[in-house]
């Protein structure tokens, strides 16, 4: 049994407003559900009832083998206070209470509070130091990392995220995006509404709505993302004028239909040029290859071309952001590869 089941759902508000017609969908515990559509396709709606703060007009949800509908109002909000971690594009913080303070409200109406809980929430996205400051003393990117710490204070079994990046700039969205990947990583259930393609795609499945019903399913493999890391790696080595050893697995006309989805997803524009996002991506990729090259010869004494090249052309795909940035620090913030390519920097470096 899948963790949420969607089955035949249907809201109307009225006898003329249907705002999600005959939805059904699944998803597994630990997966990461993008949902996407235009304004009034039913996003928010599906949100509401997937955190049980609406109950649908016919149809059934169940989470975790629970059919909501069958719960009553006192039910109904405990199972949501245990279940459910929200994250609102609008921060929700209460003005006249510390960040400490607006996650131990989250405690209060779960259980209890507990202060060195709430400061380790705070820690864990980043802001211990800020605790004592108040949301006007906090930027937009802070005021939204305090609100994930207080979704994940009370340890729900799914988070519910709202547009989370909708607000911010494109430095606090890599943020809080990162910090969302981390989640996942720990094995966190996350469904996320946006309208945002390159939000969308950091997800393991998404759901476009159109008129309040499924019009396309979209997954991305690893091995997808492995070619459209593979098609950045070689646009990033052309326009450097610098050689890509690693041999190319897939067909022009394999490439051509990445290349259309990378533009629709955003990673290229119309011109086949990079993005913002398809450039970091590319820095990103290439970064870990070459970090990788060093760490074979540095340490490992590798020095066959071949075999340094197969091994950093795997961990250029598995390396978590966490572990690069540890691989660049212990290596000394090499400059550049073996081979004497620049190695674009990272956060750990100060020289971006």
Same mark, same amino acid.
């Given at each position: ?19 999600l ?10 997966e ?5 559509g ?26 975790g ?5 069958? =719960?009553?109002h006192?039910?109904?909000?405990r199972? &949501?206070a ?9 921060? $929700? ?5 510390t ?10 109406? #779960? ?21 004592? /400051?108040?949301?006007?003393? @906090? ?20 988070? @519910? ?15 809080? =995006?990162?910090?969302?990947e &981390?989640? /996942? ?6 469904? %996320?509404?946006? /309208? ?14 159109? #008129?309040? +019903? ?7 493999s ?11 790696? !070689? ?8 050689? #890509?050893?690693?041999?190319? $697995?897939?067909?022009?006309a ?17 011109? %086949? ?14 970064? +870990? !290859? ?9 340490? =490992?004494?590798? +020095? ?9 052309? *795997?961990?250029? $795909? ?5 572990? *690069? ?7 000394? $913030?090499?400059? +550049?590869?073996? /081979? ?10 100060? &020289?971006?």
């Amino acid at each position: 049994m899948a963790f949420i089941e969607l089955e035949n759902v249907t809201k109307y508000y009225s006898d003329s407003v249907c705002a999600l017609d005959q939805v059904s969908f699944q998803v597994e515990s630990g997966e990461w559900l993008a949902i996407m559509g235009p304004s009034g396709s039913g996003k928010t709606t599906l949100l509401n009832l997937l955190g049980c703060l609406d109950q649908p007009s016919s149809g059934r949800v169940r989470i975790g083998g629970t059919e909501t509908a069958s =719960l009553n109002h006192q039910e109904l909000t405990r199972f &949501r206070a245990e279940t459910v971690g929200f994250i609102f594009q609008q921060y $929700h913080l209460i003005p006249y209470l510390t960040a400490l303070e607006n996650v131990m409200v989250a405690q209060y109406f #779960h259980s209890m509070t507990d202060e060195p809980s709430a400061l380790a929430a705070l820690e864990r996205v980043g802001l211990a130091a800020r605790a004592q /400051h108040l949301p006007a003393q @906090l930027s937009g990117g802070e005021q939204q990392r305090v609100s994930i710490a207080r979704a994940l204070i009370n340890q729900p079994r799914i988070i @519910l995220a709202d547009e989370p990046t909708g607000n911010l700039d494109a430095a606090n969205e890599e943020i809080v =995006l990162q910090i969302l990947e &981390r989640l /996942h990583d720990e094995g966190n259930s996350i469904l %996320m509404v946006t /309208h945002d393609e390159k939000v969308g795609r950091r997800a393991d499945r998404r759901i476009d709505l159109e #008129h309040g +019903r499924i019009a396309q399913t979209t997954v991305f493999s690893f091995e997808e993302n492995e070619n459209f890391d593979e098609v950045l790696e !070689h646009m990033w080595m052309a326009i450097e004028g610098t050689t #890509h050893n690693e041999a190319t $697995h897939f067909s022009e006309a394999e490439r051509r239909r990445l290349t259309s989805t990378m533009t629709r997803i955003g990673l290229l524009d119309a011109q %086949m040029n990079f993005t913002e996002e398809g450039r970091r991506r590319a820095a990103s990729v290439i970064r +870990r !290859h070459r970090l990788a090259e060093r760490l074979f010869t540095d340490t =490992l004494d590798l +020095r066959d071309d071949q075999e340094i090249e197969s091994n950093a052309c *795997t961990f250029e $795909h598995i390396l978590s952001p966490e572990v *690069t940035e540890r691989i660049c620090t212990f290596l000394g $913030h090499p400059s +550049r590869c073996p /081979h004497g390519s620049p190695i674009p920097p990272g956060p750990c470096c100060g &020289r971006e």
